[in-house]
């Protein structure tokens, strides 16, 4: 199945009960059980899964070639789920350009949790290595990142990860999987944060993990039982929908993005563009390489600071 088709169909089936070909919005905390203990169908309690959450965590898991899609209540809660995997004594490296929020959580909430974390140029593959110990149990990867468009190589990282059994997760919130297939290229999770291009229209707060090993989503989907980070049905209805336009959407935020940076690029006043499409930013071979095409972010710095 192609993408364009998978973000309207793939992982997606009707409604059992009414042949709906849209999910319905299934409202409700709790679902009729037969006995103590044993649920009517697959469902309990809305906190452990919901059929709509369901639905979009299928969606999820098709469009980034994943086994495993997990819905939360925003792209943060889907990156403390992550951490919450890890002990004190355990290190993380992390890019040193990291989304704002992303590096608050790392920096400040967890300052005290016993995990050490490091923040390295992962252009830089010897410096990369030369931080992996024996405590390094997780490597993540924002690329692009926000907001100078960064890029990190998953491939060549991911063979690190997997010579020395190290997860690699990677943030796509600004490739979307439309441009950029991280599982594809060695990555163990997928962050995203379903707020921007997932949902697409500024209606609803989310968050996203993907994976492909089975047991791995079954740990991440204990934390996110166990914690409660979970997106409410109508919210996860809204992403589904986002997602069934997605192709278009980002295609267009490409084509609009490259005018904005042929202006920028000729404007006196403008000293710097930071979008990897220019064949002088520095990363251009490696979005070349990995992405489909550059997307529709973009920055810049004035002449005059």
Not at 86 to 93: H, L, S, W
Not at 213 to 228: I, M, R, S, V, Y
């Amino acid at each position: 199945m192609k993408f364009n088709t998978k973000v309207i169909h793939g992982g997606q089936h009707h409604d059992p009960s009414t042949g709906a070909v849209m999910p319905p919005v299934y409202q409700t905390s709790t679902f009729v059980q037969t006995s103590p203990g044993k649920p009517l169908a697959d469902y309990e309690y809305s906190r452990a899964s919901n059929p709509t959450r369901t639905a979009l965590e299928d969606a999820l898991a098709s469009i980034e070639n994943g086994t495993r899609g997990l819905a939360f209540s925003s792209g943060l809660a889907a990156t403390d789920c992550v951490l919450r995997s890890f002990k004190a004594g355990d290190e993380i490296i992390a890019m040193d350009d990291l989304y704002g929020g992303t590096y608050r959580m790392f920096s400040r909430v967890y300052k005290d949790s016993g995990i050490k974390f490091h923040f390295v140029d992962m252009t830089n593959i010897e410096k990369l290595k030369s931080l992996i110990n024996e405590n390094t149990k997780l490597i993540w990867v924002e690329t692009p990142t926000n907001p100078l468009m960064k890029l990190a190589d998953i491939q060549e990282i991911a063979k690190i990860t997997q010579e020395k059994k190290i997860l690699l997760a990677v943030d796509n919130t600004f490739a979307t999987p439309y441009l950029q297939k991280p599982l594809d290229l060695g990555a163990d999770i997928v962050m995203h944060s379903a707020t921007k291009y997932l949902g697409g229209h500024s209606d609803v707060i989310a968050g996203a993990l993907i994976v492909k090993d089975e047991a791995l989503g079954e740990q991440l989907h204990f934390q996110q039982f166990a914690t409660g980070a979970t997106l409410g049905p109508m919210d996860s209805f809204l992403v589904l929908r986002g997602i069934k336009t997605l192709a278009l959407r980002v295609q267009r935020h490409c084509e609009n993005g490259e005018k904005v940076v042929e202006y920028l690029s000729n404007h006196p006043k403008i000293k710097t563009v930071y979008y990897p499409g220019l064949k002088n930013h520095p990363f251009h071979e490696i979005a070349k390489k990995q992405m489909k095409a550059f997307g529709g972010m973009v920055s810049f710095d004035f002449k005059s600071g």
